[in-house]
């Protein structure tokens, strides 16, 4: 399973990248407006996203019609080679996906909320779906049922559009999309520190450490 970190802060980036822990990320307007603020272009913003991680980097457009997407969207992707442009699933992106295929621009499409949507997103040539589980169970519907559904049909087709588990809010719903057998699963900085961290693994090195110091001093060599 691949880790794309789900951030546009560019510490938070480094510090992922630094430790080896995510192929590639995803960013949306949301993320990247509050890291741009008044200070930064966020074209820049991403342009230096780029330079860090040499992994797919998720750069959403904001047109809503399918011609103004395409503009953007060509555009976004003379940023970077490693540029995945983002579209809604609408008719709008749905169509813009199409052409973006067929000029070789990867395509994640987004906001996927149902089966029928990820199975449009397939035969549209998506490169990547972006379910958002997090956003489902917000609601009281099952996010990663989603998931499942969109794995079995894409397996049923041999679609090669992976499936990108988004809006993901804890460690568990990235444990279930791996036993799902989802491509990607895109978290939130905390998330990943989280997946890493279990309370009996700092109670055994503590444990081990204070055995350790019990040793005469210069014995406590290794
Ligand atoms: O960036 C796409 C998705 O991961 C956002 O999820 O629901 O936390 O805003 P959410």
């Given at each position: 399973?691949?880790?794309?970190?789900d951030?546009?802060?560019?510490?938070?980036?480094?510090?992922?990248?630094?430790?080896?822990?995510?192929?590639?990320?995803?960013?949306?307007?949301?993320?990247?407006?509050?890291?741009?603020?008044?200070?930064?272009?966020?074209?820049?913003?991403?342009?230096?996203?780029?330079?860090?991680?040499?992994?797919?980097?998720?750069?959403?457009?904001?047109?809503?019609?399918?011609?103004?997407?395409?503009?953007?969207?060509?555009?976004?992707?003379?940023?970077?080679?490693?540029?995945?442009?983002?579209?809604?699933?609408?008719?709008?992106?749905?169509?813009?996906?199409?052409?973006?295929?067929?000029?070789?621009?990867?395509?994640?499409?987004t906001l996927c909320f149902s089966a029928?949507?990820a199975?449009?997103?397939?035969?549209?040539?998506?490169?990547?779906?972006s379910p958002f589980v997090g956003r489902l169970d917000d609601i009281a519907q099952d996010g990663m049922e989603l998931i499942e559904q969109i794995?079995?049909?894409?397996?049923?087709?041999?679609?090669?559009?992976?499936v990108l588990v988004a809006s993901v809010r804890h460690p568990v719903h990235v444990v279930q999309a791996?036993l799902i057998?989802a491509?990607?699963a895109t978290v939130p900085?905390k998330v990943?520190?989280q997946?890493?961290?279990?309370?009996?693994?700092?109670?055994?090195?503590?444990?081990?450490?204070?055995?350790?110091?019990?040793?005469?001093?210069?014995?406590?060599?290794?």
């Amino acid at each position: 399973m691949k880790f794309f970190l789900d951030s546009a802060d560019v510490s938070e980036i480094r510090r992922a990248m630094d430790a080896g822990l995510i192929d590639g990320i995803t960013t949306n307007p949301s993320l990247l407006a509050k890291v741009a603020g008044t200070d930064h272009d966020p074209r820049d913003v991403l342009a230096e996203i780029c330079r860090i991680v040499p992994g797919p980097i998720s750069a959403e457009v904001v047109a809503t019609t399918r011609d103004e997407m395409l503009r953007e969207g060509r555009d976004l992707a003379k940023l970077a080679d490693n540029i995945v442009v983002k579209v809604p699933l609408t008719e709008a992106g749905l169509m813009a996906c199409r052409q973006f295929r067929s000029e070789d621009i990867r395509v994640n499409v987004t906001l996927c909320f149902s089966a029928a949507q990820a199975l449009l997103a397939a035969k549209a040539g998506a490169s990547y779906i972006s379910p958002f589980v997090g956003r489902l169970d917000d609601i009281a519907q099952d996010g990663m049922e989603l998931i499942e559904q969109i794995v079995q049909i894409y397996g049923n087709y041999d679609f090669p559009t992976e499936v990108l588990v988004a809006s993901v809010r804890h460690p568990v719903h990235v444990v279930q999309a791996a036993l799902i057998g989802a491509d990607v699963a895109t978290v939130p900085a905390k998330v990943l520190h989280q997946l890493m961290q279990h309370p009996l693994t700092d109670k055994g090195l503590a444990a081990f450490l204070a055995d350790w110091e019990k040793l005469p001093e210069a014995k406590r060599v290794i």
